[in-house]
């Protein structure tokens, strides 16, 4: 059986590679056209072509979402573009609309098609139906549960991919106008602006019921499955898949190599205690902001999957620095700064080969040698004496308090 497959988001192609460099055996991203998120998208064709290369040297996938829900209009250079995108290398397309499947089997014959979770395929029959059309692998919906999820894999055999972890919907997967009504963004076109996590007065007739201090959110928490890779891995699930198109260099990286080393160490030993899965979640932790669950995978779907109220948990580790180069002869590395950290702090270093060494901050200096005690000028490029070697890539964030 094939090992299982860790599929990353990115919004652009520095955060792709990091992604990529981070663990990730494949990554998922978003033209400027025809995808949701269009509006997270930095990605132009060329950058398309380039991360197509990079992919191919680390033996990553690299699949490109082509998910709207198509008006007529929408169509206009679809062909173009898929006969690019081909040309280039690109693996799967994601799509949403069936409509795609023979554009891009016709267009694009090296091309798989792979269906968004957009069509909420919840059950055998709807996966079985979707292979007949042409589908090459199901991305199911975040809806179901772990047990519906097992009968699902015996019942079919086109690969099965499942979301583990990031933020979820209050309705089912993006079907949902809210963000239209309000500001004019179409959720189903790439431009949700979340409005269900915004805080909102609740009125009985005129009467306001809510609290000052206790407005209403409409919610979800987000989705941790930690607890449930070494199910999905034994299920035979083809892919597991981060969600986080809008997220920072700072989360891929943490997620993807969590997530990486959860995966390694189960198939290397089989199973993974407690302790373990404990020590992972404290890891997925530092990059989350928000409060977190294993959302319909337990198969109960109350009210303590939502937030009301509370938006956010805060984040239990600040990233400040990521390292640019790293001289050896001086080891200094050559920071570029996130956030304010001082001379003095201890700080924690994490990286594709380096698991959370800790330093103090003691020597820094700016681009003319002159020694820094503060640095809290956003893009700046500090030096930072380190006692061990770091590499390009690496990040630095500051060391949780013991
Ligand atoms: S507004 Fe909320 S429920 Fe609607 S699509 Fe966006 S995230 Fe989903």
Wanted: net charge neutral.
């Amino acid at each position: 059986m094939n090992k299982i497959e860790l599929l990353a988001p990115a919004k652009d192609l520095e955060k792709a590679k990091i992604a990529i460099m981070y663990g990730a055996d494949a990554v998922y991203v978003g033209g400027k056209f025809y995808s949701l998120r269009s509006r997270a998208s930095n990605f132009s064709l060329e950058d398309l072509k380039e991360l197509s290369q990079f992919a191919k040297r680390y033996g990553a996938k690299v699949f490109v979402t082509v998910n709207i829900v198509f008006h007529d209009d929408d169509y206009q250079g679809i062909r173009e573009y898929l006969r690019y995108l081909d040309k280039i290398g690109i693996d799967a397309v994601i799509i949403s609309s069936l409509a795609l499947i023979p554009e891009v089997k016709k267009e694009a014959p090296h091309i798989e098609c792979h269906i968004s979770t957009q069509l909420s395929s919840l059950n055998s029959s709807a996966v079985r139906t979707l292979k007949e059309f042409g589908a090459d692998r199901i991305v199911l919906g975040r809806e179901a549960s772990m047990a519906q999820i097992e009968q699902i894999a015996k019942k079919v055999s086109v690969p099965l991919e499942v979301f583990i972890h990031g933020g979820m919907c209050s309705n089912y997967s993006g079907r949902c106008v809210l963000s239209n009504r309000m500001t004019l963004r179409d959720a189903n076109r790439g431009g949700c602006a979340h409005s269900c996590r915004w805080k909102y007065h609740l009125y009985d007739g005129d009467r306001e019921i809510s609290e000052k201090d206790c407005l209403l959110s409409m919610s979800s928490k987000d989705l941790r499955a930690s607890a449930y890779v070494e199910r999905m891995i034994r299920a035979g699930i083809a892919s597991l898949k981060i969600e986080g198109r809008m997220k920072s260099e700072y989360y891929i990286g943490q997620v993807v190599k969590t997530y990486r080393k959860m995966i390694d160490e189960i198939y290397e030993k089989g199973s993974l205690s407690f302790d373990r899965l404990q020590y992972y979640d404290l890891e997925l932790s530092k990059a989350e902001n928000r409060p977190a669950d294993d959302g319909f995978l337990s198969g109960d779907c109350d009210n303590t999957k939502h937030l009301y109220g509370v938006n956010g948990a805060g984040v239990t580790h600040d990233y400040v620095g990521f390292i640019h180069d790293f001289d050896p002869r001086r080891n200094i590395a050559f920071v570029e700064v996130k956030n304010v950290f001082a001379r003095g702090d201890e700080l924690e270093v994490f990286g594709p080969k380096i698991d959370n060494r800790r330093f103090i901050a003691e020597v820094m200096f700016d681009e003319d040698y002159e020694p820094v005690e503060l640095a809290n000028r956003p893009t700046q490029l500090l030096m930072v004496r380190m006692p061990f070697a770091a590499e390009k890539g690496d990040m630095i964030r500051k060391a949780a308090k013991r």
